[in-house]
């Protein structure tokens, strides 16, 4: 069964990332503390699978949270090519908007992660929130 294994939430852009047990979806907005607020970005997904692979692939061996990834979760598959479906997290409905690119920052943080990522979205999606919810570490993780 696929799970949510980490919240981490971007207080200001460009400052570190804080982890947290909880969040709370806000429909059209994002993440409640979340800097990334309307548009097509508002939550982003990694699976963790992705980001291990893509560490072996480059020979890194990085935390998910250098990813900067909202939410990372674990036993979902088939991540390429999702946009406009919707993945459930706890209460919570996401629609999937596309993929998280991997920018220049994935090569500063290791030489060839970027190239790495660029395989079958392993950077993640990039999501709207469609409800209120409360989400938390554990909560199950579907696609409707």
Same mark, same amino acid.
């Given at each position: 069964?696929?799970?949510?294994?980490?919240?981490?939430?971007?207080? /200001?852009?460009?400052?570190?990332? #804080?982890? +947290?047990?909880?969040?709370?979806?806000?429909?059209?907005?994002? $993440?409640?503390?979340?800097?990334?607020?309307?548009?097509?970005? #508002? /939550? =982003? +997904?990694?699976?963790?699978?992705? %980001?291990?692979?893509?560490?072996?692939?480059?020979?890194?061996?990085?935390?998910?949270?250098?990813?900067?990834?909202?939410?990372?979760? =674990?036993?979902? !598959?088939? $991540?390429?090519? !999702?946009?406009?479906? /919707?993945?459930?997290?706890?209460?919570?409905?996401?629609?999937? !908007?596309?993929?998280?690119?991997?920018?220049?920052?994935?090569?500063?943080?290791?030489?060839?992660?970027?190239?790495?990522?660029? =395989?079958? %979205?392993?950077?993640?999606? =990039?999501?709207?929130?469609?409800?209120?919810?409360?989400?938390?570490?554990?909560?199950?993780?579907? %696609?409707?």
């Amino acid at each position: 069964m696929a799970e949510l294994v980490r919240i981490l939430l971007k207080p /200001v852009k460009g400052e570190p990332m #804080q982890e +947290v047990a909880s969040a709370r979806a806000l429909a059209d907005h994002g $993440l409640a503390g979340n800097a990334e607020r309307g548009g097509p970005r #508002q /939550v =982003t +997904v990694l699976a963790l699978e992705d %980001w291990e692979a893509a560490n072996a692939e480059s020979g890194a061996a990085l935390d998910a949270e250098v990813r900067r990834a909202n939410l990372v979760v =674990t036993g979902l !598959t088939g $991540l390429a090519d !999702t946009a406009g479906r /919707v993945l459930r997290i706890g209460g919570a409905r996401l629609e999937v !908007t596309g993929e998280t690119k991997p920018c220049r920052f994935m090569d500063a943080a290791h030489h060839g992660l970027r190239a790495a990522m660029s =395989t079958d %979205w392993r950077g993640g999606l =990039t999501c709207v929130a469609l409800n209120d919810a409360d989400l938390g570490v554990g909560d199950s993780v579907a %696609w409707e």
